[in-house]
Nanobody, 125 residues
Framework: AQLAESGGGSAQAGGSLRLSCLVS????????MGWFRQAPGKEREAVAG???????LYADSVKGRFTISRDNAESTLYLQMNSLKPEDTAMYSC????????????????????WGQGTQVTVSS
């Protein structure tokens, strides 16, 4: 199973970026997927999760600003990030769980089994 992120980079506060995660076919269709981030010196935190039937969960810190979505034809997970803040600066990683049940696993990193390498997002004020 492979996950490969892209789309990171630099943005000004208030700007937007869209992250992509290409997911290998054998795990894409029936699993929950999510985005997590880790800033230097801080613990990894959850950002958003998405089940195969379209349910979503968001961390309070990104609600109303970030949107998680998927393109089944392209086996790709997206994270649209708007109204970016300097505190959004982090390494963003996508992850996939063997579980189908987003409400059961939530955004607990321990419930996600496959991880990408990450893509850096830097937001300047």
């Amino acid at each position: 199973a492979q996950l490969a992120e892209s789309g990171g980079g630099s943005a000004q506060a208030g700007g937007s970026l869209r992250l992509s995660c290409l997911v290998s076919a054998e795990i894409y269709s029936s699993h929950c997927m999510g985005w997590f981030r880790q800033a230097p010196g801080k613990e990894r935190e959850a950002v958003a999760g998405l089940s195969s039937d379209g349910r979503t969960l968001y961390a309070d810190s990104v609600k109303g600003r970030f949107t998680i979505s998927r393109d089944n034809a392209e086996s790709t997970l997206y994270l649209q990030m708007n109204s970016l803040k300097p505190e959004d600066t982090a390494m963003y990683s996508c992850a996939a769980s063997r579980s189908r049940w987003l409400l059961l696993i939530g955004l607990r990193a321990s419930e996600y089994d496959y991880w990408g390498q990450g893509t850096q997002v830097t937001v300047s004020s």
